[in-house]
């Protein structure tokens, strides 16, 4: 039977500038990947904190695979340790002085040394096991943070922005790895994330939050392509140099993250451009090639 | 001229006990006062600190008045539990905990707030307890901060000399500690045994700090 995981929550949190009311009402079939996503100071981490029990919340309920874990009217809270989670820290949260293993090892319920070895070899760290967390590279220590937090085989997965820090080819490799780990450990996973890519690869829903209300909810299909035109393209682009060539002028942008191209642009359209501006390049009618890269 | 040594074991014997008692007695003190808000800490925190400022006469009259069974506390002690601790060496134990309290507190406290937050919450999230995450996490990266306060607490009592006068009374091998017995051999004019007295502690304190100093410098920072 698939039980439902059911959000209502308010509270009222300092943000970065001004104070916000929190109010939000969420629900979601267990073993779902959901995304959180939305600007900064926006309430996601306050979420993510009162669903781990870290941050109490002023009124609602959270009920969690048939378990209550707060409930205002019955003055039900249970505490973070007594809730099925994981948690991965947006600054990870190691503990400095025990090796990769011992972080590991800290998470379990009782010793259990070939599920320490299962998710040394899925996160690919074995041969960093004895090493100390200030050894390892950012993406190592993101890897060692998700072991840690599956290490007592929680239901439920909390991810405060896991991806941020990571270049490009350990992003989709992480992906892989998280995928695999929410499908295995049979995971409900509620992930921050700006990132459309990570959102679209990984989640089955998406929680859009903004204000501290709940602005939209649905597939990533249906929250991020709903309102776009077909055959029509905007890019997002930076101007890294404009140089001029007979009558047209050539624009250096970099696309994507990294990709550089030269597009062709009039004297009108570079009259208050500059070096380092972020420009949209737009298209219509345009059928453009489509090719696999690996 | 024979040196009477025992001024010198009654101090150490003094600080030795004293720290383990401010030892255990400091950790949960400062672990409250660290992590937890409550109306009236700050009356707390200042009473801990009041000995940094106090002279130490001030507070060793005001013990010696508790401690004397002319007065309630100390005819308490006495009636029920026939305890005298006016000018009795486990009095001298009680006034140095308390005139040594902040150079516990204070390290402990100041390296219980270092250690980032996320750490404990992650704990927390690992299913451990506010018990273990002390002795498993947090304890581990305040080791600096214990190792200070534990030798501070020491050389601080190794050279304490109002409270141990006006509550010990400087009976000899009961009360009288180097500090005291370096003051009477120069009222005496017996100048080499001061000497005597005087160069051990400078050294054995010069030695301990140096110590400290040296670990602190070699202790990886809690990031």
């Given amino acids: 039977m698939e039980s439902a995981f059911e959000i209502k929550l308010k509270k009222t949190f300092v943000s970065a500038a001004a104070q916000l009311q929190l109010d939000v009402e969420l629900s979601a079939p267990s073993q779902s990947f959901i995304a959180l996503t939305g600007p900064s100071g926006s309430g996601k981490t306050t979420l993510l904190r009162m669903l781990a029990g870290l941050t109490s919340p002023d009124d609602g309920r959270i009920v969690f695979a048939g378990d209550v874990w707060f409930d205002r009217l019955a003055r039900a809270e249970r505490s973070t340790q007594a809730r099925s989670i994981g948690f991965v820290f947006q600054d990870y949260a190691l503990f400095p002085h025990l090796s990769v293993r011992e972080n590991i090892e800290y998470g379990l319920v009782k010793p259990d040394p070939r599920w320490v070895h299962e998710l040394l070899s899925l996160t690919e760290l074995v041969d960093q096991q004895r090493h100390k967390p200030q050894q390892l590279s950012g993406g190592q220590q993101q890897r060692v943070a998700l072991a840690r937090a599956l290490a007592r085989r929680p239901k439920l997965l ?45 989640a089955q829903q998406v929680w859009v939050i903004g204000g501290g209300k709940i602005t939209d909810v649905g597939t990533p299909q249906q929250v991020f392509l709903k309102h776009r035109s077909p055959g029509k393209f905007n890019l997002h682009a930076r101007v890294l140099a404009i140089r001029r060539e007979d009558v047209v002028y050539v624009l250096s942008l970099l696309v994507s993250g990294n990709e550089i191209v030269d597009v062709l642009a009039s004297a009108d359209e570079v009259a208050n451009l500059q070096v380092g501006a972020t420009i949209v390049v737009a298209s219509n009618a345009f059928s453009p090639l489509l090719q696999e890269t690996r | 001229m024979p040196i009477d040594w025992t001024p010198l074991l009654l101090s150490f014997q003094l600080a030795a006990i004293t720290t383990v008692i401010l030892l255990l007695l400091g950790l949960p003190i400062s672990y409250v006062i660290a992590y937890s808000n409550w109306r009236g800490k700050a009356v707390v925190e200042t009473l801990i600190s009041m000995p940094l400022v106090l002279p130490p006469s001030v507070l060793g009259f005001y013990l010696l008045l508790a401690f004397s069974p002319q007065h309630a506390f100390g005819h308490w002690l006495q009636d029920w539990f026939n305890i005298t601790l006016v000018f009795s060496f486990a009095g001298l134990v009680i006034g140095s905990v308390i005139f040594s309290l902040p150079f516990m507190v204070h390290p402990l ?21 506010d018990f273990v995450t002390l002795r498993r996490v947090l304890l581990p990266n305040i080791k600096a901060a214990l190792l200070t306060g534990v030798v501070l607490s020491f050389a601080h009592t190794l050279g304490e000399f109002g409270v141990v006068l006006m509550i010990g009374g400087n009976i000899p091998g009961v009360s009288k500690v180097a500090s005291l017995a370096i003051y009477d051999e120069v009222e005496g004019l017996n100048y080499a045994a001061a000497h005597v007295y005087a160069g051990v502690l400078l050294v054995v304190s010069f030695t301990i700090l140096l110590a400290v100093y040296a670990i602190n410098r070699r202790a990886p920072r809690v990031p």
């Fill in chain 1, 158 to 202: 909390l991810l405060d922005e896991p991806l941020s820090a990571l270049d490009t080819a350990l992003r989709a490799r992480l992906h892989d790895l998280l995928a695999e780990l929410h499908q295995r450990l049979k995971l409900t996973t509620i992930m921050v994330s700006h990132d459309l890519g990570d959102i679209f690869r990984l």
């Fill in chain 2, 109 to 129: 406290q100041n390296g219980f707030q270092s250690v980032p937050v996320s750490l404990i919450e992650a704990s927390r999230t690992l299913g451990k307890s």
